[in-house]
């Protein structure tokens, strides 16, 4: 089992920046891929970004490619989503989550490991 706890949401002007921590307990697995994801009012969750612990390769959605950056700290077990330049879109929960398997990281269904989310609420 893998506890995942996210913080760092809150409010932020548009073009502005926020940082989201996630960190992670328990079990962890070689494959893990950490995940982040996002559900605004009204809409499906969308994928975000995503690493992997081993290797630390990275992947982006292309709303967020060149303004978030996804990084981790192995000591921390934790994982960051640096948000820049952000616009009113973004507003949403974002939530934190772990791929034990390490295939198919666009896909929410293939996410063990939910942590609770936090809000992000950008104003324009």
């Known amino acids: 089992q893998v506890q995942l706890v996210e913080s760092g949401g809150g409010l932020a002007q548009a073009g502005g920046s926020l940082r989201l921590s996630c960190a992670a307990s328990?079990?962890?697995?070689?494959?893990?891929?950490m995940g982040w994801f996002r559900q605004a009012p009204g809409k499906e969750r969308e994928f975000v970004a995503a690493i992997r612990w081993s290797g630390g390769n990275t992947y982006y959605s292309d709303s967020v490619k060149g303004r978030f950056t996804i990084s981790r700290d192995n000591a921390k077990n934790t994982v960051y989503l640096q948000m820049n330049s952000l616009k009113p879109e973004d507003t949403a929960v974002y939530y934190c989550?772990?791929?034990?398997?390490?295939?198919?990281?666009?896909?929410?269904?293939?996410?063990?490991?939910w942590g609770q989310g936090t809000q992000v609420t950008v104003s324009s």
């Open positions: 989550a772990g791929n034990r398997g390490g295939l198919y990281l666009y896909s929410m269904a293939r996410y063990d490991d």
């Open positions: 328990g079990r962890t697995f070689s494959s893990y891929v």
